[in-house]
């Protein structure tokens, strides 16, 4: 037996063109559009104030160096004061061997990465933990919607 696809089962469905999923489709993609240009236009907002500021690359950039003090979590008052510190909270001291500068390096610590792994480890767990609730009751659900379809059907008979 020969099936054929009709040109019906190629076209959108009907479903698809009802006037609330159309303008939610228009609002996602209008939503996604202007971040994706606001964001090309924010991006040359920032190259035309590089072009303006000449900054001054760190040495640690520019030069070999050594490590003077391993990485390790800002204090209150460094966090502060360094902006090596913000971007993730722990910090090296750098010497820069040619210019002999000691300098902040921000810098990612074993504590943190194993601290975020095990949060995120947590995360899963915890939404594993909840979707497989939310599964169980809706096929408990199902099954009872489902005896009572049958024994309607048995006491109509």
């Given at each position: 037996?020969?099936?054929r696809v009709m040109e019906s089962d190629c076209r959108i469905p009907?479903?698809?063109l009802r006037p609330r999923i159309l303008a939610?489709?228009?609002l996602?993609?209008?939503l996604v559009s202007l971040r994706v240009f606001g964001a090309a236009l924010l991006s040359d907002e920032k190259a035309a104030v590089a072009v303006t500021k000449p900054v001054t690359a760190p040495c640690w950039?520019?030069?070999?160096f050594v490590v003077a003090k391993e990485c390790s979590a800002c204090e209150g008052f460094h966090s502060k004061s360094i902006p090596a510190c913000s971007q993730t909270g722990f910090v090296e001291t750098i010497n820069c061997t040619?210019?002999?500068r000691e300098e902040y390096k921000s810098c990612r610590s074993t504590k943190m990465e194993e601290h975020l792994f095990w949060k995120f480890e947590g995360t899963m767990l915890g939404l594993t933990v909840v979707f497989a609730i939310?599964?169980?009751a809706r096929q408990r659900s199902l099954d009872r919607q489902a005896s009572d379809k049958v024994r309607r059907q048995i006491e109509s008979i």
């Amino acid at each position: 037996m020969c099936t054929r696809v009709m040109e019906s089962d190629c076209r959108i469905p009907m479903s698809c063109l009802r006037p609330r999923i159309l303008a939610l489709h228009a609002l996602f993609w209008g939503l996604v559009s202007l971040r994706v240009f606001g964001a090309a236009l924010l991006s040359d907002e920032k190259a035309a104030v590089a072009v303006t500021k000449p900054v001054t690359a760190p040495c640690w950039q520019l030069e070999e160096f050594v490590v003077a003090k391993e990485c390790s979590a800002c204090e209150g008052f460094h966090s502060k004061s360094i902006p090596a510190c913000s971007q993730t909270g722990f910090v090296e001291t750098i010497n820069c061997t040619k210019s002999n500068r000691e300098e902040y390096k921000s810098c990612r610590s074993t504590k943190m990465e194993e601290h975020l792994f095990w949060k995120f480890e947590g995360t899963m767990l915890g939404l594993t933990v909840v979707f497989a609730i939310v599964v169980v009751a809706r096929q408990r659900s199902l099954d009872r919607q489902a005896s009572d379809k049958v024994r309607r059907q048995i006491e109509s008979i």
